[in-house]
C-alpha cells in the first residue's frame, strides 16, 4: 500500500470520529503525562539528594582509626599507615586531616556584612592536606602562615546553606553567598571554650580568615591547612603524629569496594555515614519515583485498553468499507497497516500532549515553588530534571500503548472475509 | 476469458454440517460475452462471483479469469489480481462516505503504484456518464448515480471481466435500466460481463443465461 494513500485513508477515519479518536488520544495523554512528570520529579530529587545534600564523591573513601588500638600498628593513623594507603591498588592520591585538639572560640564583636553583631561560639577545627581542597580556594595560598599569622580558613557550602536558610532568617542576619565570605576575617581564641574546661596550655589569639568554600570543607567547623593543625597541637603538647583520618582519592569508583576491602584488612575503618544516608535517601527517592511511575504505566495500559475497545467497534462498524478496500486489492496487511496507522496517530498525539503536558505542569510547579513556597535548606531552583531521553520515552510510551492496543483489532480487521461483508443489502 | 473445471465450495454450518453449496461447476465464458447467471434466493450465486471474483479463495476444481488460475494462489497475489484483473460490483454500492467520486473510484490506486490517478478516475467517471459529478460525495448522489460511481470504479484498472452481483437489486425500474443500458455499452466496446440476478430485466439484457440449481449450472 502506498504509504500517501494510507496516510489519507487513515486521516479520513480520523476526522470521520473526532471525538473518538479525542478520548482515546486523551487517555494516553493522560498515562503518558503523569509517567514523564514523575520520572522527571525523582531525577530531579535525586540529583538534589545527590549534589546538594550528600554530596558524595563516588570516588572518596574516607579512612579513619579504629576505635581500639591493635598491636602495633594496627588501627593507628601515623604517617607509616597514611603511606600504605597511599600504595594500595587503585589510590590516587591520600589526603591527610587531622584535628586540632585545642578547645577555641570565636568572639565576634563588630561590623558582620552591614549589620552589628555580638556573637560567640565554640570553634572546631580541622588540617587538611591542601590539595585536598585546592580547587576551592580563591584568595591567597591555602598554607601555614606561622606562629601568630592569620590562618586561611575554607569554610562548607553546606553550612552556608543551612545558615542562611534557618539561621540567619531567625536572628534577622545578612544572607551569605561563597564569594561574599572570601575575605571574611574572624577573631579564633585558642584554649578557650564556653562549655569544656581547657588543657590548660597557653591563652593565645589569632585571627581566621576565608579563602574558600567547598563541598569538602567540615560541615561542622572550619578546615585549614594540614601543617597549621600540627603546629597548634605540638605548641599544645597534644599529638601531633597521628591523624584523625584520611580521604583517599581512587582512580575511579570501581575502584573503591577493593580499596575499602584492603583498609580493612589494615585494621583501620571506613567513615561511610555520609555514603550511607546519601544512598538510603537515593533508595527512597528511587522506590517512591518507580511506584507513581509503575502508576502511570497502568494508566497508559488501561489508555490502551481504550485504545482496543474503540478500534474494534470502529472495525466493527466499518466492515464494510475494509471489505470494499479488499474487493479493490487491499492485501490482508494492508487492512492490518490501516487500523495500527490509525493507532499510531493517535498514540503519538497522546505521547506528544502527555509530554508537553508534563513538561508545562513541572515548569508551572517550580514557578510556584520559587514564588509561594518559603526558602528551606537545599530549595532548588527545579524539582525536576528532564534528560534528552525522557520526552522521547514518552513520545516512544505513547506510540507503544497505542500499538498494543490496536494489535488485535488490527489483526481482526486483516481476516474479515469480504464475501461475507459485502453481498447482499444494506449500504 | 472465463474458466470453470469442477469447482466445489461448501460452508461449514455449525447444526446442518457442511453444506455443499457449489457442486462441480463448470462454465466457460468467451471475450466478450454478457452472461446473466440465475438461480433462487440461496441458490449459491454470490458464492460463485465471489470465487470469480478472487474474493473466496476456499474452493476446490480449477478456476480461470483473465488469464489467471486462482486456485492456490496466495493473499499478495489473490489482492492484485482483484486489484488489476477484474472488477466487481455489489448490489450495495459500497461506496466509501467522505470521499468524492473521483477518490471512490480511485480507491483501487491505493493499492497499486500507478501514475496519474485522479485523471484515470476521471475517465472512469466519463465513460460512466458521470463526468460532471466528479467532486460529488456519495450522500449527494441518487441510487443510480453511486452504483455508476462503483462500476467506474470496478473499472479503474480498465480490466477485461466485470463482474456484478445483483447490481440493479437496490434499484428502481428506471434507473436499474439506465444501468442496465450502461452495462449494454461497455460489454459492446468488448467487456466481457458477468452478472449474477433473478430480475428478468437484467437476464433479458444479457447475450447468454444460465441458472444455478443444486449446486450446478444449467
Ligand atoms: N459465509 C457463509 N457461511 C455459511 N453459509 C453461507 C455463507 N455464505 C453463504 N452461505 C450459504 O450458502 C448458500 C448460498 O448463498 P449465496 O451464494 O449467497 O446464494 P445467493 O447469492 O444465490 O442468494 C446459502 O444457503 C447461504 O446461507
Ligand atoms: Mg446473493
Known sequence: MKSAALRKLVRLHLSRDRRGAFSSSFGIAIGI???????????????VVREKIFPVDA???????????????????????VDRLSALPGVKKAYRKMSVKVPAVSYYDGDFFGRRVRMGVEIVAVGVDPEFVKADVKLGEFVDAGEGQPIPVV???RLIEIYNKTFAPARSLPQLSATMLVGFSFPIDWNRSFIAATAGGPFTSTRGQVVGVSDRGMLAGITIPLETAKRLNKSNNADAEHFSGVALQADSPSDVPGIVVAVKEMGLRVDDQERRMAENAGAAVAIT??????????????????????????????????????????????????VLGEALVLGLAGGV???ALALAAAAGIDMLAARMVPDFPFK??????????LPALGVGLGLLAAIGGAWLPARRASRIDPARVLAGQGT | ?????????????????????????????????????????GSGKSTLLHVLGGLDSEFSGKVEVAGTALQGLSDAALSRFRNEAVGIVFQSFHLVPGLSSVEN????????????????????????????????????????????????????????????DEPTGNLDAQTADEVIALFKRLNGEGLTIVAVTHEDRLRNAASRVVSLADGRLS
Open chain 1, 59 to 81: 570516588s572518596l573513601v574516607e579512612v579513619i582509626p579504629s576505635q581500639l588500638a591493635l598491636g602495633l600498628f594496627g588501627g593507628q593513623l601515623d604517617q607509616q599507615a
Open chain 1, 353 to 355: 500532549a502527555g509530554t
Open chain 2, 1 to 41: 476469458m472465463i474458466r470453470v473445471e469442477g469447482l466445489s465450495r461448501s460452508y461449514d454450518d455449525g447444526a446442518r454440517g457442511k453444506v455443499r453449496v457449489l457442486d462441480g461447476v463448470t462454465l466457460e465464458v468467451p471475450a466478450g460475452q454478457f452472461l446473466a447467471v440465475t438461480g433462487r434466493s
Open chain 2, 105 to 164: 473510484v480511485a480507491l483501487p490506486s491505493a493499492f497499486a503504484a500507478l501514475e496519474a490517478p485522479s485523471s484515470r478516475a476521471k475517465e472512469a467517471l466519463e465513460r460512466v456518464g458521470l463526468g460532471d459529478k466528479l467532486t460529488r460525495a456519495p450522500e449527494q448522489l441518487s441510487g443510480g448515480e453511486r452504483q455508476r460511481v462503483a462500476i467506474a470504479r470496478a473499472l479503474f484498472h480498465q480490466p477485461k471481466v466485470l463482474l456484478c
Open chain 1, 155 to 157: 569554610g562548607a557550602s
Open chain 1, 289 to 338: 519515583t518507580s511506584a507513581m511511575a509503575l502508576l502511570s504505566a497502568l494508566i497508559c495500559l488501561l489508555a490502551a485498553f481504550n485504545i482496543a475497545h474503540a478500534l474494534s467497534a470502529a472495525v466493527r462498524t466499518r466492515e464494510k468499507e475494509l471489505g470494499i478496500m479488499r474487493a479493490v486489492g487491499a492485501k490482508r496487511g494492508d487492512i492490518f497497516a490501516l
Open chain 1, 380 to 389: 532548588p531552583e527545579t524539582f525536576f530534571l528532564v534528560p534528552m531521553w
Open chain 1, 33 to 47: 503525562a503523569s509517567l514523564v512528570f514523575f520520572v522527571a520529579l525523582g531525577l530531579g530529587v535525586a540529583r
